[in-house]
């Protein structure tokens, strides 16, 4: 697609539910990037792909986090159990490839854990 | 989680004045990059830093790739109201492809 594509926009959930958050690169980019992104702050590392493979998970908060990108294009971000502290603006970004500097984000996800 | 240290943390300034922002870390970066990012929106890149001590422009914003790899500054010249934003640095750490994040200069343009 022509931008980041990330789904859905908002979702409400309650304290204990899984919630999936799914993200669409820019149509021919290898690598894809969560963050996590609270009120005021910059944007949080969360894992890393190239290609389908995850090549960094080092900043997933908690094994209740994963996320995958099986056929190397769309990803998905899966909280399971979530916590009210898992409240956040979820953000997406992908590059054209590793190391080639550029990278370009989603409008985000926004997730309220009541 | 890690993030750089970014400063000023805010900024308030007259239309027209010149804002200087930096990015400051301990550690060694391949690559900066320079976002906006504007309330409810995504960041937006506004430059990209390849090599050390290169120095970017992009219409009234010029950017700098520190010679030690640990920093880097962002000018914006002659301010406008559509200035008003979050800027935020991301740095390449040295040795992989994670882009770790500043903390944000918030700059407020008064007419």
């Known amino acids: 697609g022509a931008g980041v594509s990330q789904s859905p926009r908002y979702k409400v959930t309650k304290r204990g539910q899984d919630v999936a958050l799914r993200c669409d690169p820019i149509?021919?980019?290898?690598?894809l990037y969560w963050y996590r992104q609270a009120l005021g702050q910059g944007p949080e590392f969360l894992t890393y792909?190239?290609?389908?493979?995850?090549?960094?998970k080092s900043g997933l908060p908690n094994d209740r986090f994963s996320a995958e990108r099986p056929e190397g294009s769309i990803s998905t971000l899966t909280i399971q159990r979530t916590e009210q502290r898992d409240s956040a603006m979820y953000r997406c970004?992908?590059?054209?490839?590793?190391?080639?500097?550029?990278?370009?984000f989603g409008e985000g996800s926004r997730l309220t854990v009541l | 989680g890690q993030q750089l240290n970014q400063s000023p943390q805010s900024m308030f300034i007259q239309e027209g004045e010149d804002v200087s922002m930096n990015c400051t870390s301990s550690s060694i970066f391949n690559t900066w990059l320079w976002y906006k990012q504007d309330p409810g929106e995504g960041p937006v890149l506004l430059i990209a830093?390849?090599?050390?001590?290169e120095l970017t422009s992009n219409g009234r914003l010029t950017a700098q790739f520190g010679i030690t790899r640990k920093d880097s500054f962002l000018n914006i010249s002659a301010s406008i109201p559509s200035d008003v934003g979050i800027y935020f640095c991301a740095g390449q750490l040295q040795g992989t492809y994670k882009y770790i994040f500043g903390t944000g200069t918030r700059l407020k343009v008064l007419a």
């Open positions: 792909f190239n290609y389908e493979a995850q090549q960094d």
């Open positions: 830093l390849y090599k050390a001590g």
């Open positions: 149509s021919g980019h290898v690598s």
């Open positions: 970004a992908s590059s054209l490839g590793p190391g080639t500097g550029e990278l370009f």
